[in-house]
């Protein structure tokens, strides 16, 4: 019964590789999010979805593509990957994007190695 | 960019012990969240203050906002081993869509 989950929880892979990182919330929430934590465990915003539309794109190189094949489901495909695409990237739902009622249900994590 | 300052950004303290960290901000907010972070975890929501709110309390968790000094803070009473994690703030500013997470205080509790 885990709220936000995401798949797989480590990814190692060699540079230039293509590689996906899937997310499923089953809380019913209507927004869901992409963010990147580095090793000094700032955390920024990637992309976020509400009910299946991109309203959030931040200032993300075009190697990352998010895809939300419906309201539950948000999934992370990076090309070619770069060194220092390595970090912790944490899924994260809310059931509203502003206001009352936005707080964030975040995900266990997938940590990225590029080597 | 619009983001929330954390103050200690490292704090340690004896098991028993309170801890205080603060959040201050720039601009005016829907409102301001805590969130904790256990070592390679995700973050877990904690409470949120509404800017309409001055305090708020969740167990041993005591929140404060003062919005004419743009800043909050987080008190943990009678602190545990268990309580050791990374506490961020998080802000929702108005029409932003978004929540501005600061940088986070590592907080480590001593048994």
């Known amino acids: 019964d885990t709220a936000v989950s995401q798949t797989p929880k480590y990814l190692v892979t060699q540079m230039g590789n293509d590689k996906s990182i899937k997310c499923e919330q089953n809380?019913?929430?209507?927004?869901m999010y992409w963010y990147k934590q580095d090793s000094k465990k700032f955390l920024k915003i990637m992309f976020s979805y509400n009910n299946k539309e991109l309203i959030i794109n931040e200032t993300v190189p075009n190697r990352f593509s998010p895809k939300s094949p419906d309201k539950a489901h948000l999934n992370l495909h990076i090309n070619s990957l770069e060194l220092g695409d390595s970090a912790v990237y944490f899924c994260a739902s809310s059931p509203r994007t502003s206001g009352a009622y936005n707080e964030q249900f975040f995900g266990p994590g997938t940590r990225l190695t590029v080597l | 960019s619009q983001q929330g300052e954390e103050d200690p950004q490292a704090l340690s303290i004896q098991e028993g012990e309170n801890a205080t960290m603060n959040c201050s901000y720039k601009?005016?907010?829907?409102?301001l969240q805590w969130y904790r972070q256990n070592s390679g975890r995700g973050l877990v929501h904690l409470i949120l203050?509404?800017?309409?709110?001055r305090e708020k309390h969740s167990g041993r968790l005591r929140v404060t906002l003062d919005t004419s000094k743009k800043s909050s803070s987080l008190l943990i009473t009678a602190s545990r081993a268990a309580d050791t994690a990374s506490y961020f703030c998080?802000?929702?500013?108005?029409?932003?869509?978004?929540?501005?997470f600061g940088k986070g205080n590592q907080v480590v509790v001593i048994p």
């Open positions: 601009t005016s907010i829907n409102n």
């Open positions: 998080a802000l929702d500013f108005y029409g932003n869509n978004r929540l501005a």
């Open positions: 203050i509404r800017s309409n709110e």
């Open positions: 809380l019913g929430h209507d927004t």
